[in-house]
Every structure is written in C-alpha cells, then in structure tokens.
C-alpha cells in the first residue's frame, strides 16, 4: 500500500514539475516562435517545442529563486507564472491539436521517448547518491539551499567547512533538487535526484528529433546517451554537460543540412542549459559559438552581422534574458567573495603553463588526452574511410561537432597546463569526465557518417561488386 501511495506521489510530482516548466519556458519560447498567441508556425515538430519550453523553464525558475532567494516566494511566484504561460499555450495550440490526428511516425516517436525516458527515471530514482563529486559538490549545495530555505548568503556560501566544494559552481540542479525537497518537506539521497530527470527529458526529446526507422538512428540513440547512461544518474553534471552540447552540435549539423530556422534556434538554446551545470559550460559555450559562427558562415557566401542581429533581434533578446541569472550568480560570486581553485588567468597560471611546458609535463596531458579519445577517433577514421571509399566528398554536417570538439579539447589541455594541483593527480581525478564533451562531439559526426553511408548505400554496393570482378 505504501508504495502504491509513494508511487502516486511520483507520479503528481512529476506530472505537476511538467506542467510548471512547460509553463514558465512558454513565456519565452510562445512570443519567440510564434509572435501571438493565435498565430501557430507549422515548420517545427511539436516536441521541439515542448523541449525549447522545458529547457526555458528550468532557467527561468533558477532565476528567479536567485533573484527572489526565498525557496517558498520563488515557487508562489513561479507558480503563478507557470499557469498564466501554460494557459496562453493551451489557448494557441486548442485549434491546431483539434485539426491534427495522430500519426504513427508520432506514435513510435513518442513511445520511444517514453521508453528511453522510464530507462533512466528508475536508476535516477532508485539508485542513492554514493559518488564523492555528487554528495560534496551538487547535492551539498542543494542540501543547503534546502536547510536554509533560500538561495542567499544566508545559505552558507561562505563558511569554512563547505569551501572544499567548489561553491563557485553554478546551480541549477541544486537549486531545483532544493526545491523538489522543500515541497516534499524531506530530504534523504534519492528525491533530490528527480532534478536530473527534469533536466534529462528535454535532452530525450531532441534526441528523438532525429527519429527514424534507420541503422543511423538506432547508432544515435546507442553512442548517446546509451554510452555513457550511468553519468546521467549519478549525481555528476559531466553527463548532462556532454549530452546537451552533442545536441546542440546535432541540430547544428542538421540546421547546416536542411537549414530550418528552428534547428540554429535549438542548437542556441541547449548551448544555454551549460552555463547552469559546471564552470567547464562556459568554454562549451565559446566552443558552440564558435562551431555556429562558422556554420554561419560557411553557408552565406555574403555575411553580415547588421543583416543578422537585424532580422533576429527577438531570437538575440530572449537568450540574453536566459543568461541574466548566470550573470547575477556571477555578481554574487564577486559580492560575495567566491573564487574558483583553479586560479585561471592569474600571474601563478601562466607561470606554470610555461613551467609544464619546459619541463615537459605537457606530454603527461596528451597522452591522457589521446588514451581517453582514442577510440572515439579511431571510430570516426574507419568512418571517414568508409565515405571517402564511396563518395569523393564528405557531409559538411559533421564540421560544426569536429570544430567544437576541437575548440573544447584544446581548452580543456590548457586547464590541465595550469591546474595548481598535482597534475597526476588532477589527470587521475577527472580526464576522463571533462573529456567526455569531446568524445560526445565525436560521435556525432560519426552519426552524421553512418546516415551519410546509409544514405549512399547503393553507391557503396557498386563500387564493391566493382571491385569483386
């Protein structure tokens, strides 16, 4: 009986977390995609869109906890936002869902998010926070966003006894796991985890974007987020940084290929999810910026900044909003005197980057970076191989994820130059987890690969039975 009732519970909180960010995320995402509230744009998937509004919502509420600081006064007023956005959504779309019939595309589409979706809410929900990172850092800070009852100096950012915990980190999943424990009015080491899965759907649902009966698709879904499933339950932010800037990459491959609007525009938003998850988010945000600048780019021969910021002045604006809460944590780290450990940018920092380079500890950093992308290199050569065996070009769709994970990995080796640790150790502790993002860039232009294989997969047989005779 009592886990009938638990489950129900479940069930509710869920349903009403749902409810609450697709509402909160409308209040961006309704005026940016479609101008009124009676006027619908036909040329995205209705998931897209409910993604796009999980992803705003889950922001806009870390903003105005920040900004509020009290845990109950954030969630009235969220609350109440909530219903008048969700409302306007249901009032827009009351008309199209009246004229539209389920497909079975949409069918499969939706049964395979719910089931990839329930693959991960159990260990989500039934495996106890255990690793060292995800009690000490993310769900330490959560623990005291929920004691103290507010997001404020008041929580405790200052005290000698938590300094060892990277309090410079952002917070959003703290801050909505405080949350989620407040209403529940308990803590213990599996409710606070429900914040992952918040977080986790939306990534689901673009993923599933890409949804087609194909070899292509089934590789997707395996490399990500099958790959690495046990980052994206076990309390670390490495996974969920990882998978939203492979995202962000993937619709960027696929905006370089089919050049739909709302494909630049979800690649932009998941971008914005990596500044709330560790301080590495804002190198993945210059990296994204980057790779989309070159996508720009690459498909205008005639580019113009004016033209662009001109005709998507409202696109611009609503990110700008999105960053408000970063630059208000930001604020209080300086108020508040919170400095991040790695001393980046400091006199120190540079000393020991030319220091590592003399004495040639540089070479420990690339041979730890080469040991953990190897196999993810040595994937996408015999890939690369293949294409080039059957076509003499390659798909263009892959060289935002190659530039991005190049971008990222040269910055994460400049990191690892000047750490202020022990280098070993420093290695040992975490290459393997920062350098996931890159390995996950990796495997989507190996996606873009193997679709472009199956694509030419008659071009292939030819030139094998050629070959034969």
Known sequence: MLTAVNAIKLILLISLGLFYFIGLGWLVIGPLLHGNLFTRIKEFQRSQEISLMMISGLIINYGITIILHSLISSLILGGILAIIGFSCYLGMSYKSLRKTSLSLYSFYKWLGIILVASLFLGPIITIPLSDWDALSIWFLHAKMIYTAGSFSLLTGWQHPSVLFSHVDYPNLIPTLAAQ?????????????????????????????????????????????????????????????????????????????????????????????????????????????????????????????????????????????????????????????????????????????????????????????????????????????????????????????????????????????????????????????RTLLTVNTSIYVACFYLVSFLEENEESFKDKFKAKAY
């Open 180 to 432: 989620i424990t407040y209403l529940m009015g308990y803590w213990n080491e599996y409710l606070p985890k429900l914040s992952l899965f918040f977080l986790l759907l939306p990534a689901i649902i673009l993923i599933f974007s890409f949804f087609k009966r194909s070899f292509g698709f089934l590789f997707l879904i395996i490399l990500i987020p099958f790959s690495f499933a046990s980052r994206l339950w076990d309390g670390y932010m490495d996974g969920y940084l990882s998978l939203f800037f492979a995202i962000s990459m993937l619709l960027l491959g696929k905006y370089h290929k089919e050049s739909k609007p709302i494909d630049l525009i979800s690649s932009l938003f998941c971008l914005l999810p990596l500044l709330y998850l560790k301080n590495e988010g804002v190198l993945a945000v210059i990296s994204g910026f980057f790779a989309i600048l070159f996508t720009l780019l690459l498909k205008r021969t005639s580019f113009s900044f004016r033209r662009f910021f001109k005709n998507h002045w409202k696109l611009f604006l609503f990110i700008f909003i999105l960053v408000i809460p970063f630059l208000i944590w930001t604020y209080y780290k300086h108020q508040w005197g919170i400095t991040s450990d790695l001393e980046l940018g400091t006199n120190q920092s540079f000393i020991r980057f030319m220091n590592r380079i003399q004495n040639g500890s540089y070479k420990l950093v690339l041979d730890n970076t080469n040991f953990e992308l190897k196999n993810g290199l040595i994937l996408l050569g015999i890939l690369l191989s293949a294409s080039i065996a059957v076509k003499q070009w390659l798909p263009k769709e892959l060289i935002p994820a190659i530039i991005a994970a190049g971008i990222y990995s040269l910055g994460i080796i400049v990191v690892y130059m000047v750490t202020p640790y022990d280098l070993n150790w420093h290695l040992h502790q975490s290459v393997y």
